[in-house]
């Protein structure tokens, strides 16, 4: 079973910036053939897809956070990162960490992000 820890979540103000950390418990051989993804849920809404890296580093993005958002990782760390800058209300959500391999999907236990206006 792999485990995933966020980290780096929390209050920031409109316009301000949060880095989001992922680390994965597993080697790092097994962790660069997984592809990464954020996701997040706001309040009464459906959980969505913010960000991902493929195995190989190719990258997609939500419309909702293209240019602002960048989707990162460090396979001698284990770790994938969500640097978030240019911070909207509307960014507020609990963000998950998901790592996927094959018909294996790993899933973090979230993180707060709240953006005050």
């Known amino acids: 079973q792999v485990q995933l820890v966020e980290s780096g979540g929390g209050l920031v103000q409109a316009g301000g910036s949060l880095r989001l950390s992922c680390a994965a418990s597993?080697?790092?051989?097994?962790?660069?053939?997984?592809?990464m993804s954020w996701y997040r849920q706001a309040p009464r809404k459906q959980r969505e897809l913010v960000a991902t890296?493929?195995?190989?580093?190719?990258?997609t993005y939500a419309d909702s956070v293209k240019g602002r958002f960048t989707i990162s990782r460090d396979n001698a760390k284990n770790t994938a990162y969500l640097q978030m800058n240019s911070l909207e209300p509307e960014d507020t959500a609990v963000y998950y960490c998901?790592?996927?391999?094959?018909?294996?999907?790993?899933w973090g236990q979230g993180i707060q992000v709240t953006v005050s206006s």
């Open positions: 890296i493929t195995n190989i580093g190719t990258t």
């Open positions: 998901n790592a996927r391999v094959t018909v294996f999907a790993y």
């Open positions: 597993v080697s790092g051989k097994i962790f660069s053939t997984y592809a």
